[in-house]
Structure formats: structure tokens, C-alpha cells
């Protein structure tokens, strides 16, 4: 068990915990430099990729420390409650150390994520609407039994383990001056920070909340943890709706900064990471970049540590979040265009999007609408285009050829 003072972790705690690790649970992730972020913020930019460990997310690390010494002392059964990483961390830990694990995901999980956890041997109960009705369930489920609950940040072994990458990342880059870590509970940043602060206190450690699941603020205010009663974000590895006396205790002592970022945000980090550093990143793990790139953190002529924490993105979450922005950057256009209701309306329209070198991905013909007169009708173009100067110049050649235009791709 851990060695904590006041209840918080200590930096012996995180040796230990790393001393524990086995390579073939989990392996030490790389560090890629991305000059193409870098130039968009003026600083030295090292993305620590941890999304590439063996279960797509740091969670095993934790997982692995608390079980491994748990089964030591003869339990043999683990149950979780986890949105889907945590659940994968402690399914592989669980089954490496020969133990049997139960995880209660939330019934809206991705169901990548719970195909993930039962191929790593867990049996997975769907309960909840939302990540604090999974816990109680889970909780309850240990009551008379000889089960051990594995809590994904309240507990000292979870945050150590946690900490062994502070560890790495300080060794992949001593040099740095800020690094961002996403917060859901806060077991990563209160790990990850104590690990940083022992080597070099003068790096800056910024925490990042998804603004529907933020509490890290209203919780440093109060000086009590805050918890919500639901959430809402893409970000589901840090929709936790709150954190430990344990965490907020770390966080008050060790993070320097927390800032908060919209789901528009971190949807284009997500694109962003896919385009530039060529990475399929979750939610969660796209906060640090998309906190990066906000207005509320200044690293210019920093060296900076963005943690990507998780790749576990759901293929429907993906494309949801390539909707929007793809949308937000204009590269998909919905136009609305009255016209009079006569043959060969469509395809000289059609001519004028293809002249600008637009592609028209599909076309409506809507004539039951109280706003048309008779004998009028309305096109509704989805179109692709190259970005928001494009869209502009194909609405100007329609306007110019005499149709009344409405930019519809909002309301869509």
C-alpha cells in the first residue's frame, strides 16, 4: 500500500508503483515534436503519446499498481465503474494478475469501449445514465462480498500509478516549461504533477476540464470537492462530474493553472491532430491541444508538453466530430435556393457549384413549404468546399446569376 502523507501521494509512492510495471502491461509511449502546432502558438511543442499505450490509455498504469498488490494479499475479484478506459486498465490488470474483474459502464458507453474491456477479460454490466449512477451501482455490488473496488482516481495506488508517466515525460523532455494534462477526477494531473514538481519545481503544470464536465474551479473555491449531477461533453474519459478530497488536496498543492475548453474546441483538436500530427485521438486526449490552442493559456516561446491520454475514439463519435467541424471551418455548406419549379433549374445550378470547383455531395427538391409561391420551389445543396473562402465565392456566382440564396448550414 502507499506511503502517503495528509492523504497525499508521495513521490516514493511513484517509484514504487514504477518498479511494479511490467513492460508487457505497460510500455513506455514515444514523444513526437510537432513543429505545424508549434508555429500556430509560437512555442516548442512535444506531444507525449500516450494514447499508443496497449490499452489506448494511461488507465493500466494505475490499474495495474493497485492490483498487483491487492492480489498479493489474496483478492482474487475487482469490480469498476469506468466511462471505458479505466475499465480497460483494470480488465488487463485484473487478467494479468490472474484475477477476475466486473466493470459497470454507463448505458450510453461507446461500444468500442465495452468490446475492448470483455476482449481483455472483464465481465461488463451496462448501468446508468450517467458516470455517478455507474459508480453507485458498482459500489454497491462490492457490499458482503470479498471484491476489492477499484476506483478510477480516489485511492493513493491509482494516483502513484498514475504518476510513472510524470516520471516519463519528465525524462522524455527536462527542458520543458509548461505541460497540459486533462482532468476528469484528477488521479492523472494529482500523479502526473507530483512527479514533475519533485523533479523541477519551476515547470508549470496546467490541468484542462471539458466545460460540461467542469468542477475543478467551483471545487478550489469552496476548498471542498464538487461533484455534478450530470454531464456534458464529447469528452467521456473526463466526464467524471467531479473529483477526491485526494485529488483537490494534489491539485491546490502541485497544478499551477486549470483552464477549460468547449466541445467545439476539442473537436478540432481532434481533426487538428489528425490532419497535422497524423494521430487518432479521443476526446480526452485531445484537451491538452485544444487548451493549447485557446486563448486562456499563453506559451509562446515555451517549450510545452501537451499529454494526449487516450485513442479510444468511437467511429460515430468521429464522425459526428467531423460534422461539426468541417462545418465550423465552412468545408461543408448547406444552401437553400428558391427557384422557379421548371425543368433544367437543377442542372444549371448544378453547373454554376461545379464551375467554382465545388463538389455537391447531395441535393433536395422541397416544394411543401408555406414561404413559396406557386410555381416556386427550394434546392438544398450539401456542397464541399475548400474552406470559408470558397463557400463565399459560391454563393456570390449564385446571388450573381439571380437566385435567392439562404445559408442554411447551421440550422442544418
Known amino acids: 500500500m502507499s506511503d502517503t502523507t495528509a492523504g497525499v501521494v508521495t513521490y516514493r509512492d511513484i517509484e514504487r508503483a514504477r518498479e511494479r510495471l511490467e513492460p508487457g502491461v505497460v510500455k513506455r509511449t514515444p514523444v513526437d515534436r510537432s513543429t505545424s502546432l508549434g508555429s500556430l502558438v509560437d512555442a516548442d511543442v512535444h506531444l507525449k503519446m500516450e494514447h499508443l499505450q496497449w490499452t489506448g490509455s494511461f488507465k493500466t498504469r494505475g490499474a495495474y499498481n493497485k492490483i498487483t498488490q491487492d492480489t498479493e494479499r489474496g483478492v482474487q475479484e475487482f469490480i469498476a465503474a469506468s466511462a471505458g478506459n479505466h475499465a480497460q486498465g483494470v480488465a488487463l490488470a485484473a487478467t494479468e494478475c490472474g484475477a477476475d474483474s466486473t466493470i459497470v459502464m454507463p448505458e450510453n458507453a461507446p461500444q468500442t469501449k465495452i468490446d475492448a474491456t470483455r476482449d ?74 507530483t512527479a514533475i514538481k519533485h523533479h523541477d519545481p519551476s515547470i508549470r503544470v496546467v490541468g484542462v476540464q471539458a466545460e460540461g464536465a467542469e468542477t475543478v474551479h467551483e471545487s478550489l473555491d469552496k476548498g471542498a470537492p464538487v461533484t455534478l449531477e450530470e454531464t456534458d461533453t464529447i469528452a467521456d474519459g473526463i466526464a467524471t462530474g467531479g473529483i477526491s478530497e485526494l485529488t483537490l488536496r494534489t491539485i491546490e498543492e502541485h497544478v499551477d493553472e486549470v483552464v477549460t475548453v468547449s466541445d467545439g474546441e476539442i473537436g478540432q483538436a481532434i481533426l487538428l491532430l489528425l490532419e497535422r500530427a497524423k494521430q487518432v485521438v479521443e476526446g480526452a486526449g485531445a484537451a491538452s491541444v485544444a487548451a493549447l490552442l485557446s486563448d486562456d493559456l499563453d506559451v509562446a516561446g515555451e517549450t510545452v508538453m501537451p499529454l494526449l491520454c487516450g485513442g479510444n475514439l468511437d467511429m460515430t463519435m468521429l464522425q459526428t466530430v467531423l460534422v461539426h467541424a468541417l462545418t465550423d471551418r465552412r468545408q461543408t455548406l448547406r444552401l437553400r435556393v428558391r427557384i422557379d419549379d421548371r425543368p433544367g433549374e ?10 467554382r470547383g465545388a463538389n455537391i455531395h447531395d441535393v433536395r427538391h422541397v416544394r411543401a413549404v408555406d414561404s413559396l409561391a406557386v410555381g416556386e420551389a427550394h434546392l438544398v445543396f450539401r456542397v464541399e468546399t475548400n474552406g470559408a473562402e470558397h463557400a463565399a465565392a459560391i454563393i456570390d456566382t449564385i446571388e450573381g446569376a439571380g437566385y435567392a440564396v439562404d445559408d442554411v448550414t447551421k440550422n442544418s
Open 346 to 355: 437543377m442542372a444549371r445550378l448544378s453547373g454554376l457549384i461545379a464551375e
Open 120 to 193: 481483455y477479460g472483464a465481465s461488463v454490466e451496462l448501468v446508468g445514465e450517467d458516470f455517478q449512477e455507474t459508480m453507485a451501482y458498482a459500489q454497491s455490488l462490492v457490499e458482503g462480498t470479498d471484491a476489492e473496488f477499484v476506483h478510477a482516481y480516489d485511492d493513493p495506488d491509482i494516483v502513484a500509478g498514475q504518476g510513472t508517466l510524470g516520471v516519463d515525460m519528465y525524462e522524455d523532455c527536462p527542458e520543458m516549461d509548461t505541460v497540459i494534462v486533462p482532468i476528469g477526477g484528477g488521479g492523472l494531473i494529482s500523479g502526473i504533477a
